[in-house]
């Protein structure tokens, strides 16, 4: 009886033993290793140590979606390496299975701890990863390819243990937490943005490009949430504060998909505003929120511009009047067509299962000078990715997925009373709205580390899901 009270209590951690060690983390990593190259990763294992010792599994999976976010990949690759090719990040998830496996056990009921609507799609999604691997090897694909096609996919599996052991009170937590690692990675693109461009030449540019700035869609889109239905002003002046690194880091990717995303997350945020049952009174100024942000974010870039004499207007210009005149002369968008016509190819190959994980295709890499013939496992679009591994029946069992949660979301939205879960849930249908639109030119909901995230979103979607229907007020 005195484990399971143990047990019980861990998710009751203070909030600012995660706030400490967020910090402590990114300190950790970058200021020993200019002193020597394993001191750092010392430290960060230490840190670790003290999640599993003081800590909780909800404490765990947000400080392993903020390390998965905020850390660069040069930072995994060439420092916090693993046996076998590990990455750090995977250590902590196989950690957080550990615990989450003895939690199980010692809670002495060996069933399905917590039963949601999202069970069903998300079961049939590993399900399918799993098919999918032994499809492969039934095609003879290798291994090699195999297996770094699969380790990304297989992180849905944080879904199950976020809804039977993360504390879903704790979602509004979540948000911050994904608005602060948002913020980090802001701030990593202005410094090297920064870094790299000629300030005392007018005009001069550097695109900055890297996978993590999918989060400043997630993270601008969570600000405009907040600011919606948050009651305390405090909270909306710091959110809002928060947008300025974000905004600024989204016009320098000059990502004209984010953009579009985040036009669509913003059109959802402002449908939601009309639809609400609850704040009819406010619907007006709140739907003004929601339009003046795209001007907000062109203000921020006009006034960082004219601080830094960077061609940061000119750039965005040209990449969308390109589009609008002539995309065949835009080599980004041609090439990437060509490269979409080979996926299709191998697609038509094997069209309701898919070649299997580890299939692949011969493209031709402009990103590299000069270019060469590289064999890949995926290209810029999460559904082509999965149709050519998990064939039509893959991207259906996908969308499956997020599709529910997205209506999911959409019901407890309107039928709930309970602020921060209609906080949430706005959040979630913005944020995967946006992503789905997205998806049609990147992977990223696919073939990265930030699936943690995306499965963390899920997860605590089902359980606020679940916990509303325990009360009767979802149909």
């Given at each position: 009886?005195m484990?399971?009270?143990?047990?019980?209590?861990?998710?009751?951690?203070?909030?600012?033993?995660?706030?400490?060690?967020?910090?402590?983390?990114v300190?950790?990593?970058?200021?020993?290793?200019?002193?020597?190259?394993?001191?750092?990763?010392?430290?960060?294992?230490?840190?670790?140590?003290?999640?599993?010792?003081?800590?909780?599994?909800?404490?765990?999976?947000?400080?392993?979606?903020?390390?998965?976010?905020?850390?660069?990949?040069?930072?995994?690759?060439?420092?916090?390496?693993?046996?076998?090719?590990?990455?750090?990040?995977?250590?902590?998830?196989?950690?957080?299975?550990?615990?989450?496996?003895?939690?199980?056990?010692?809670?002495?009921?060996?069933?399905?701890?917590?039963k949601?609507?999202?069970?069903?799609?998300?079961?049939?999604?590993?399900?399918?990863?799993?098919?999918?691997?032994g499809?492969?090897?039934?095609?003879?694909?290798?291994v090699?390819?195999?297996?770094?096609?699969?380790?990304?996919?297989?992180c849905?599996?944080?879904?199950?243990?976020?809804?039977?052991?993360?504390?879903?009170?704790?979602?509004?937590?979540?948000?911050?937490?994904?608005?602060?690692?948002?913020?980090?990675?802001?701030?990593?693109?202005?410094?090297?943005?920064?870094?790299?461009?000629?300030?005392?030449?007018?005009?001069?540019?550097?695109?900055?490009?890297?996978?993590?700035?999918?989060?400043?869609?997630?993270?601008?889109?969570?600000?405009?949430a907040?600011?919606?239905?948050?009651?305390?002003?405090?909270?909306?002046?710091?959110?809002?504060?928060?947008?300025?690194?974000?905004?600024?880091?989204?016009?320098?990717?000059?990502?004209?998909?984010?953009?579009?995303?985040?036009?669509?997350?913003?059109?959802?945020l402002?449908?939601?505003?009309?639809?609400?049952?609850?704040?009819?009174k406010?619907?007006?100024?709140?739907?003004?929120?929601?339009?003046?942000?795209?001007?907000?974010?062109?203000?921020?870039?006009?006034?960082?511009?004219?601080?830094?004499?960077?061609?940061?207007?000119?750039?965005?210009?040209?990449?969308?009047?390109?589009?609008?005149?002539?995309?065949?002369?835009?080599?980004?968008?041609?090439?990437?067509?060509?490269?979409?016509?080979?996926?299709?190819?191998?697609?038509?190959?094997?069209?309701?299962?898919?070649?299997?994980?580890?299939?692949?295709?011969?493209?031709?890499?402009?990103?590299?000078?000069?270019?060469?013939?590289?064999?890949?496992?995926?290209?810029?679009?999460?559904?082509l990715?999965?149709?050519?591994?998990?064939?039509?029946?893959?991207?259906?069992?996908?969308?499956?997925?997020?599709?529910?949660?997205?209506?999911?979301?959409?019901?407890?939205?309107?039928?709930?009373?309970?602020?921060?879960?209609?906080l949430?849930?706005?959040?979630?249908?913005?944020?995967y709205?946006?992503?789905?639109?997205?998806?049609?030119?990147?992977?990223?909901?696919?073939?990265?580390?930030?699936?943690?995230?995306?499965?963390?979103?899920l997860?605590?979607?089902?359980?606020?899901?679940?916990?509303?229907?325990?009360?009767?007020?979802?149909?």
């Amino acid at each position: 009886m005195m484990f399971r009270k143990d047990l019980s209590s861990l998710n009751n951690q203070s909030i600012s033993l995660l706030v400490v060690i967020c910090m402590m983390q990114v300190l950790l990593i970058a200021v020993p290793f200019y002193f020597h190259d394993f001191l750092s990763v010392i430290l960060v294992l230490i840190v670790i140590s003290g999640v599993g010792l003081f800590g909780s599994i909800t404490l765990a999976v947000l400080y392993l979606c903020f390390i998965a976010a905020v850390i660069p990949t040069w930072v995994y690759d060439e420092i916090l390496k693993l046996p076998l090719d590990f990455k750090f990040y995977e250590g902590v998830f196989a950690f957080i299975i550990v615990l989450s496996g003895v939690a199980w056990l010692l809670s002495g009921r060996l069933n399905w701890p917590y039963k949601t609507r999202l069970d069903r799609p998300v079961l049939l999604l590993m399900g399918m990863l799993v098919f999918s691997i032994g499809l492969g090897l039934f095609y003879g694909q290798p291994v090699s390819q195999m297996l770094r096609d699969i380790r990304y996919p297989l992180c849905y599996s944080t879904f199950f243990i976020v809804t039977w052991f993360f504390d879903y009170r704790k979602c509004q937590m979540f948000l911050y937490l994904v608005i602060g690692a948002s913020v980090v990675v802001g701030i990593e693109y202005l410094i090297e943005f920064l870094a790299m461009v000629n300030l005392s030449v007018s005009g001069s540019f550097f695109r900055v490009a890297r996978l993590e700035g999918v989060l400043f869609p997630i993270g601008i889109l969570s600000i405009v949430a907040i600011l919606l239905l948050e009651r305390h002003f405090y909270r909306r002046v710091l959110v809002g504060l928060a947008s300025l690194p974000i905004g600024i880091a989204l016009l320098l990717t000059v990502g004209r998909g984010m953009w579009i995303a985040l036009f669509v997350g913003l059109s959802a945020l402002g449908y939601l505003v009309l639809v609400d049952p609850l704040r009819r009174k406010e619907r007006f100024k709140r739907f003004m929120i929601v339009a003046s942000i795209p001007f907000i974010l062109i203000v921020f870039t006009y006034t960082f511009q004219m601080q830094t004499n960077v061609g940061v207007g000119d750039v965005a210009v040209r990449r969308i009047a390109r589009v609008a005149d002539n995309y065949e002369e835009d080599h980004s968008i041609s090439g990437r067509l060509i490269v979409y016509g080979i996926a299709l190819e191998e697609i038509l190959k094997h069209p309701l299962f898919g070649g299997g994980h580890g299939v692949s295709i011969r493209i031709l890499s402009t990103d590299v000078m000069p270019p060469r013939l590289e064999t890949v496992g995926g290209v810029d679009s999460v559904y082509l990715t999965i149709a050519m591994r998990m064939g039509i029946v893959g991207v259906g069992v996908f969308l499956w997925v997020f599709c529910s949660g997205l209506w999911y979301a959409y019901k407890t939205f309107l039928s709930s009373e309970d602020e921060q879960s209609r906080l949430f849930c706005m959040v979630f249908i913005a944020v995967y709205s946006a992503l789905l639109v997205f998806g049609i030119g990147d992977a990223t909901l696919f073939v990265n580390r930030l699936i943690f995230v995306h499965a963390t979103f899920l997860g605590i979607l089902a359980k606020l899901d679940t916990e509303h229907i325990k009360q009767g007020k979802v149909a």
